[in-house]
């Protein structure tokens, strides 16, 4: 079984910046592939950004070069990067960690308010 749990997330005015982190259980962390997914209130969970196991990136054309995804597999922990946030960016955000030829699992998920 594995284990996600978030933090890091919070109420930012547009512009600043927040720092999301992904805590996994289990041994096998370095061979998952992470993303994180946002959804935001009447609309459908969307992929944010992914980091394979092999570090290939991917991100959501609104995000990129404002949202880094980065992992440090010593710590099990994947972590999500974001500047200059906008209230569109407002949703919360959920950790998934997908296992070699298994299952995906997900976070709790953490709320994130761009809002001046």
């Known amino acids: 079984q594995v284990q996600l749990v978030e933090s890091g997330g919070g109420l930012v005015q547009p512009g600043e910046s927040l720092r999301l982190s992904c805590l996994v259980s289990?041994?096998?962390?370095?061979?998952?592939?992470m993303s994180w997914y946002r959804q935001a209130p009447g609309k459908e969970r969307e992929l944010v950004a992914g980091l394979t196991s092999l570090k290939r990136t991917q991100y959501k054309d609104s995000v990129k070069g404002r949202f880094t995804i980065l992992r440090d597999n010593s710590k099990n922990t994947v972590f999500l990067q974001m500047n200059s946030l906008q209230p569109e960016d407002t949703a919360v955000y959920y950790c998934?960690?997908?296992?070699?030829?298994?299952?995906?699992?997900w976070g709790q998920g953490t709320q994130v308010t761009v809002s001046s």
């Open positions: 289990g041994a096998g962390f370095s061979t998952y592939d």
């Open positions: 998934v960690a997908k296992v070699p030829l298994g299952r995906a699992y």
